[in-house]
């Protein structure tokens, strides 16, 4: 069983940065960063597969944001930068195993593990 523990979350003005990280626990061969903002759908924002399985960005924050592991640490984390207040939304970390089916990088049901999402604000 997989269990993720987002952090890192809060409230920053506009052009500002927060790094959101996420603890893992167990194997995972993906995992993701997603959102989602009052009223809306929950959204992909970037995704990073073990093994040059390939690192994914929406187009709304490439340049902006990076995703990265820290394999010693099982520890997953976005970094954002340049923040606009379309940002703001609920973060939730992500994680899918090898063997489970491939729905796309972005889609919900591509993970399977999910953390309890960390709030992210932006202010104008």
């Known amino acids: 069983q997989v269990q993720l523990v987002e952090s890192g979350g809060g409230s920053v003005q506009a052009g500002g940065s927060l790094r959101l990280s996420c603890a893992a626990s167990?194997?995972?061969?993906?995992m993701a960063w997603l959102r989602q903002a009052p009223g809306k759908e929950r959204e992909g924002v970037a995704t990073?597969?073990?093994?040059?399985?390939?690192?994914y960005y929406a187009d709304s924050v490439k340049g902006r944001f990076t995703i990265s592991q820290d394999n010693a640490k099982n520890t997953l984390y976005l970094q954002m930068n340049s923040l606009k207040p379309e940002a703001t939304a609920m973060y939730y970390c992500?994680?899918?195993?090898?063997?489970?089916?491939?729905?796309?990088?972005?889609?919900?049901?591509?993970?399977?593990?999910w953390g309890r999402g960390t709030q992210v604000t932006v202010s104008s």
């Open positions: 992500a994680a899918r195993r090898r063997s489970d089916f491939w729905y796309g990088w972005s889609q919900v049901r591509t993970f399977g593990y």
């Open positions: 990073i597969c073990a093994g040059g399985g390939g690192t």
């Open positions: 167990g194997y995972t061969y993906c």
